[in-house]
């Protein structure tokens, strides 16, 4: 059964568009990466799962309830992690998170205990006077704390340092492994690349590309780094070249034979060829129009 | 009631001074009444030669020298505009704030229908604004005592239910335009209390103008009309259709509202 799963699902902000007939799916249990550039969609796509924003055409079910006529029902059962946090000015956040647990009819104060010692989160402090990783660290436990069944994750670790992002990691895989779906848009591909196990590409409001991670990468492309010097020039099949000092770094996609001549006719001092990372392979996609070679 | 409490809390502050401001100012005016009498009787003459000025302010049918006419005009006057300004800034600001603030996505992201969040931020104002109206009556009551004049009963009930009619249709007109702002809506409720008060102004100058007192709700809380006929029904009437108009269109509005990142 799928956790998400939008059908031609559209927004347009009157003559804009938001998302353009968009279909995803992700199945319950699923690490679930979404990415894209800004104004791509992501947004979009988040904000009208949770009943934010109303489509304009499409439908979308979200753990079997219709997002517009089940929207309370489905919202009980998700955990929502904004990009841009904010809370009421003046609070605790020891109230805050009350506050989100009451909105919930759940007593989680023993989760949010331990999620907020995990975090390290100063409980008596007041939002307004936390920095912006601590006011994450207090969104992430209002998303937590009530044990959802799906994550809806918007660029989650903005703001976090290397330690907490690890801390947050940990506690999202825990989850994970105890059933529950994790939805997680993000601009850090390494972050999509290290923990989920699908991941969807969206372009212009449509998703160009959908499928496991490991089979996105799998492109006829290469990443190919040399040391040294070699005579590229105008060989069909580069592209994206990066010179450093002596390092030069391209995505060859086009004959193997080609490519080892033309190595050969250089000054290579070291040389590797791997195939390309998650950056690459996004870049790939909009390069080539969404159509993967 | 989760956000009923909330939204209580968060108004605590706001709440407390205005009617601090309110309560001290009425309170001010009572006390001052004893040393005023005598002045009163002579002002009253003064304001007879004046013309269209006494009229504007709804001080030609009543005597200042007696505490019901006093009170009728310089207290009235006091809990008018303040507590015009009171609810129709804590009405214009309910819904706007939460986008203006960016806490709608956190309140909206939560298992909680638009309809009960506006069902329970329109009670959290409705509370408010009869709070404040119960404690500035009881203190009314109280320094009327303190200063020896008799508590004139049915006047001073009506004068205040008048006023808190009037706050209450504010509330509600303002509440409406709360649903169609996204920021910057404090200065619209301001405004729109200070544009209700100088049109029954006006209305009180000229005939031609007189029906402006049917679209003003200070137009039935006139201190004159009520301590010498009671309320007007009919005034009350659209002014609380206006108001009721007001809370429909937040209903509309906001239940369909796409909410702004």
């Known amino acids: 059964m799928e956790a998400i799963k939008t059908e031609k699902l559209t927004k347009y902000y009157g003559a804009n568009r938001g998302i353009d007939q968009l279909d995803l799916r992700v199945d319950r249990g699923e690490f679930f990466g979404f990415i894209g550039p800004n104004g791509a ?27 517009v006529s089940d929207k309370q029902k489905l919202l009980g059962r998700i955990g929502y992690l904004p990009s841009d946090v904010a809370f009421y000015a003046g609070m605790k956040v020891r109230d805050v998170l009350k506050l989100s647990a009451d909105l919930r009819k759940t007593d989680c104060a023993a989760e ?17 006077e936390l920095s912006f990783g601590n006011r994450k660290k207090a969104s992430i436990v209002c998303a937590l704390q009530h044990k959802p069944e799906l994550l809806i994750l918007d660029e989650p670790t903005s703001g976090l340092d290397p330690l907490m992002q690890k801390e947050f990691f940990d506690i999202l895989h825990e989850r994970h492994e105890q059933g529950a779906t994790v939805f997680m848009s993000s601009h850090v591909l390494s972050e999509i690349q290290r923990n989920c196990s699908r991941a969807a590409i969206i372009r212009e409001g449509r998703i160009i590309a959908c499928d496991r991670v490991e089979a996105l990468g799998k492109t006829n492309a290469k990443r190919v780094n040399v040391h040294g010097s070699v005579p590229i020039g105008d060989v069909p099949g580069i592209r994206d070249v990066n010179r450093q000092g002596d390092t030069l770094s391209f995505l060859y996609s086009g004959d193997m034979g080609q490519l080892l001549r033309i190595l050969s006719e250089g000054q290579i001092t070291d040389f590797s060829v791997t195939d390309p990372d998650l950056e690459d392979i996004v870049l790939h996609y909009y390069e080539k129009d969404g159509v993967r070679s | 009631m989760t956000i009923v409490k909330h939204e209580l809390k968060q108004g605590v502050k706001a709440f407390a001074i205005w009617t601090f401001a309110i309560g001290f100012l009425l309170a001010v005016s009572i006390v001052l009444f004893p040393e005023m009498k005598e002045q009163m009787a002579q002002a009253g003459n003064m304001f007879a030669s004046m013309g269209s000025f006494t009229a504007a302010f709804g001080m030609d049918r009543l005597d200042f020298s007696v505490y019901k006419g006093y009170y009728a005009v310089e207290c009235a ?7 015009a300004f009171f609810s129709s800034l804590i009405a214009v600001g309910i819904l706007s704030k939460e986008e203006r603030d960016k806490t709608a996505e956190f309140l909206l992201t939560h298992p909680v229908s638009r309809v009960r969040i506006l069902n329970e931020k329109l009670s959290s104002l409705v509370i408010r604004v009869l709070l404040m109206n119960l404690l500035i009556f009881a203190m ?24 808190t009619l009037m706050q209450l249709e504010l509330t509600g007109i303002c509440f409406g335009i709360s649903a169609f702002m996204t920021r910057g809506s404090l200065g619209v409720g301001l405004g729109l209390a200070a544009i209700m008060y ?10 031609s103008v007189s029906f402006l007192k049917y679209v003003t709700p200070f137009g ?11 309320l007007d029904a009919i005034k009350i009437l659209i002014g609380l259709t206006f108001g009721a108009l007001g809370i429909a269109a937040a209903y509309g509005k906001y239940t369909r509202k796409d909410i702004r990142a």
């Open chain 1, 41 to 67: 969609g992501k947004s979009t796509t988040i904000r009208t799962l949770l009943g934010l924003i109303s489509p304009t055409g499409g439908s979308a079910r979200v753990l079997g309830f219709d997002i």
């Open chain 2, 77 to 83: 006057n006091v809990l008018g505009m303040g507590g």
């Open chain 2, 220 to 230: 039935y809380c006139e201190g004159g009309d009520i301590v010498n006929d009671g």
């Open chain 1, 112 to 128: 949010s205990a331990y999620l907020c010692e995990r975090l390290q989160l100063p409980r008596d402090r007041r939002v307004d």
């Open chain 2, 140 to 163: 009314s009551l109280g320094m009327t005592e303190l200063i020896g004049e008799q508590i004139f009963w049915k006047e001073i009930i009506l004068l205040h239910l008048a006023f």
């Open chain 2, 198 to 207: 100088f049109l029954n102004i006006i209305s009180n100058l000229a005939d």
